[in-house]
């Protein structure tokens, strides 16, 4: 239960985080992709906010044993660049520069009861579920 509180806790305050640098906001992430046109910079001090809050607590995270509430960490093993991960990263990429939105931001945007938010979202775990048929059958 103790895992559940923190997990909504901890994703209210990511949403606040999200809403509050911007991040929800398809036109300025879109400013911010724009390196050749009318570029907004002001998203490159959100993730590297977060790039040097990570890189300094994860030092210490990881000195111990566990996690607190859980029995082990359970951190990524695979470190290969395969095909998979190229396209995936690519798919993303380039839909995150088109609509502007990621995961993360598209779910806290459902709150806003725009269609495209629910468009977005649903056209997310479609793929989502897509890939699952189609990776299992392999």
Same mark, same amino acid.
Do not use: Q, Y
């Given at each position: 239960m103790k895992g559940v509180i923190v997990g909504l806790v901890s994703g209210v305050i990511f949403s606040f985080g999200l809403v509050f640098s911007g991040m929800t906001n398809p036109s300025k992430v879109i400013g911010f992709l724009d390196i050749f046109g009318n570029w907004d910079p002001?998203?490159?001090?959100?993730?590297?906010?977060?790039?040097?809050?990570?890189?300094?607590?994860?030092?210490?995270?990881?000195?111990?044993?566990? %996690?607190?509430?859980?029995k082990k960490f359970d951190l990524p093993s695979k470190r290969d660049i395969d095909k998979n991960l190229l396209i995936g990263a690519s798919i993303f990429g380039v839909g995150w520069g088109l609509i502007?939105?990621?995961?993360? %931001?598209?779910?806290?945007?459902?709150?806003?009861?725009?269609?495209?938010?629910?468009?977005?979202?649903?056209?997310?775990?479609?793929?989502?579920?897509?890939?699952?048929?189609?990776?299992?059958?392999?």
């Amino acid at each position: 239960m103790k895992g559940v509180i923190v997990g909504l806790v901890s994703g209210v305050i990511f949403s606040f985080g999200l809403v509050f640098s911007g991040m929800t906001n398809p036109s300025k992430v879109i400013g911010f992709l724009d390196i050749f046109g009318n570029w907004d910079p002001s998203l490159a001090f959100v993730m590297g906010g977060a790039v040097c809050f990570n890189l300094v607590s994860f030092r210490f995270i990881l000195k111990r044993d566990n %996690p607190l509430l859980e029995k082990k960490f359970d951190l990524p093993s695979k470190r290969d660049i395969d095909k998979n991960l190229l396209i995936g990263a690519s798919i993303f990429g380039v839909g995150w520069g088109l609509i502007g939105i990621c995961p993360g %931001p598209s779910i806290v945007n459902i709150v806003t009861l725009h269609l495209n938010s629910f468009l977005f979202v649903g056209s997310m775990i479609a793929g989502m579920a897509l890939f699952k048929i189609l990776n299992s059958s392999s």
